[in-house]
């Protein structure tokens, strides 16, 4: 009933504002520029064209060092307790995932619905509504997130050529999709992250589009577009833009407390207890702060030099 409710809420607002999108752009069911930027209000940086928050590039690349706990730790913080998808395929389970979210909602095939969204694409210069339709969007840093309600069966969003094309398009960004793909001998040659919940041998059929950056939900997340998308072997967390600094900024702390902890237990002097999770002594916490200022000096000077 919540998902029926909330894209009624959706139709309401797209059947009542007037089309400004260029051709190439309509689509069914879409949030304008302002819904995105009123939807996205505590985004922090620039906006790409489309009204999605841009995290900045070399934030992204920061961000692929990121583990899940890292992730976790400021959401929690923040009570956004509903950022994190799992129960994935992972295609290259050692390769980290990071980009925007570019979200595209499908729904099993309607007739009538579908009749008149696809008069409606037509009468825009599109002549038919698919799985390229939003590929094609794709812009780089993007990772494709799709919700396609768990299908199986017809419900492969790309095989092996369009991967690639999604790959390059998006310059290795990623897929996540609640769905299925096709093709996966020649997917796991391609060098791209891929999160899938299934691989069938089907094509795509039987479901119409109905959003193209729009909020979209993969298992228990609610995903909006422009969120930074962070995937590890363990699954996939959704940190909205407002976060993402206070993320990374956080995980440099984490990396170093790691590092000093780890050279603490090499010196085979100290229990565990002793220095994990946090030093008892004065001296090894006097010690510990030290290293923490001269490391984070480092780290900081050392991008600033990028």
């Given amino acids: 009933m919540f998902r029926a409710r909330n894209v009624a809420a959706i139709l309401a607002i797209v059947t009542s504002a007037v089309f400004t999108l260029p051709k190439a752009n309509a689509q069914l069911i879409s949030f304008s520029k302002?819904?995105?930027?009123?939807y996205t209000k505590e985004n922090p940086f620039d906006r790409l064209p489309d009204g999605r928050p841009k995290v900045p590039d070399d934030l992204i690349e920061q961000a692929k060092g990121l583990s899940s706990e890292e992730v976790w730790a400021i959401l929690q913080e923040k009570k956004y307790n509903n950022q994190y998808a799992d129960?994935?395929?992972v295609?290259?389970?050692g390769k980290p995932m990071v980009g925007r979210a570019f979200t595209v909602q499908f729904m099993p095939v309607r007739e009538d619905v579908h009749d008149v969204?696809?008069?409606k694409a037509k009468a825009k210069g599109i002549p038919h509504l698919m799985n390229q339709t939003a590929i094609d969007m794709l812009q780089p840093g993007d990772v494709l997130v799709v919700d396609l309600f768990g299908k199986k069966v017809?419900?492969?969003i790309v095989g092996d050529n369009l991967f690639y094309y999604v790959m390059k398009a998006t310059h290795g960004g990623g897929l996540v999709v609640d769905g299925s793909i096709r093709d996966l001998n020649g997917l796991s040659e391609i060098d791209m992250p891929g999160y899938f919940k299934a691989v069938d041998p089907t094509p795509i059929g039987n479901v119409m589009l109905t959003g193209i950056n729009v909020p979209v939900r993969i298992g228990g997340v609610t995903v909006m577009p422009g969120d930074l998308v962070v995937g590890d072997r363990e699954g996939v967390y959704f940190v909205p833009p407002q976060f993402v600094k206070e993320v990374l900024d956080r995980a440099d702390e984490t990396h170093i407390h790691d590092e000093w902890t780890k050279k603490k237990f090499d010196e085979g002097k100290y229990k565990s207890s002793e220095i994990y999770g946090s030093p008892s002594d004065p001296k090894l916490q006097q010690e510990y702060k030290e290293y923490?200022?001269?490391?984070?000096?480092?780290?900081?000077?050392?991008?600033?030099?990028k």
């Fill in 34 to 38: 302002q819904d995105l930027i009123d």
């Fill in 91 to 93: 295609l290259h389970p």
């Fill in 292 to 305: 923490l200022k001269r490391r984070l000096d480092e780290i900081r000077k050392q991008r600033e030099s």
């Fill in 154 to 156: 017809n419900g492969t």
């Fill in 117 to 119: 969204a696809e008069a």
């Fill in 87 to 89: 129960g994935f395929i």
